[in-house]
Antibody, heavy 120, light 107 residues
Framework: QVQLVESGGGVVQPGRSLRLSCAASGFTFNSYSMNWVRHTPDKGLEWVAVISSDAKTIYYTDSVKGRFTISRDNSKNTLFLQMNRLTAEDTALYYC?????????????WGRGTLVTVSS | EVVLTQSPATLSFSPGERATLSCRASQSISNYLAWYQHKPGQAPRLLIYDASNRATGVPARFSGSGSGTDFTLTISSLEPEDFAVYYCQHRNSWPLTFGGGTKVEIK
């Protein structure tokens, strides 16, 4: 069965960096686009970034452009999110989410999330 | 950016009642809208895709409708497990966005 397991979250000071990982199994990882979506109690769900199956197409939400970098290693079935210059506004539970089917930008499988807390 | 507005933020129902949730887009998004159910401590669950199609395994009491800018999720008869937060999400253009969510709580 499909499994997505995020890791790398933690408490970090404003301005610092963090790298999240998402280990995927149970499906053909290199055939699907992958996404990061974050959740806060106040704002709800917020889509963060997407990377195509071949890593040639990448999009970000405006608030993270220039600070976050999404990448993937298809040989290791792993998705990454490099987060730089973190601010309190980035505090959230970060989910990785699998594209439902090719170019249908909905999410059918999600991990359990990894918590990022930006605080001094 | 397409802004999705879900209102009200909270709706209260008794089990067995019919629930109708609204999602309004700031511009036309055709039928490119999904609905998710999100419970505390769990991953969101895809319920409806392209406005009116139930995802695999979703009970028939969930239905979606709408196109353009106005969309509706209907739960015909609320079961205890349906009390959760519901989000809409579009795939019309980049960036993808979610609505702010509607919490369906027990009256």
């Amino acid at each position: 069965q499909v499994q997505l397991v995020e890791s790398g979250g933690g408490v970090v000071q404003p301005g610092r960096s963090l790298r999240l990982s998402c280990a995927a199994s149970g499906f053909t990882f290199n055939s699907y686009s992958m996404n990061w979506v974050r959740h806060t109690p106040d704002k709800g769900l917020e889509w963060v970034a997407v990377i195509s199956s071949d890593a040639k197409t990448i999009y970000y939400t405006d608030s993270v452009k220039g600070r976050f970098t999404i990448s993937r290693d298809n040989s290791k079935n792993t998705l990454f999110l490099q987060m730089n210059r973190l601010t309190a506004e980035d505090t959230a539970l970060y989910y990785c989410a699998k594209e439902w089917k090719l170019h249908y930008w909905y999410f059918d499988f999600w991990g359990r999330g990894t918590l990022v807390t930006v605080s001094s | 950016e397409v802004v999705l507005t879900q209102s009200p933020a909270t709706l209260s129902f008794s089990p067995g009642e019919r629930a109708t949730l609204s999602c309004r887009a700031s511009q036309s998004i055709s039928n490119y809208l999904a609905w998710y159910q999100h419970k505390p401590g769990q991953a969101p669950r895809l319920l409806i895709y392209d406005a009116s199609n139930r995802a695999t395994g979703v009970p028939a009491r969930f239905s979606g409708s709408g196109s353009g800018t106005d969309f509706t999720l209907t739960i015909s008869s609320l079961e205890p497990e349906d009390f959760a937060v519901y989000y809409c999400q579009h795939r019309n253009s980049w960036p993808l966005t979610f609505g702010g969510g509607t919490k369906v709580e027990i009256k």
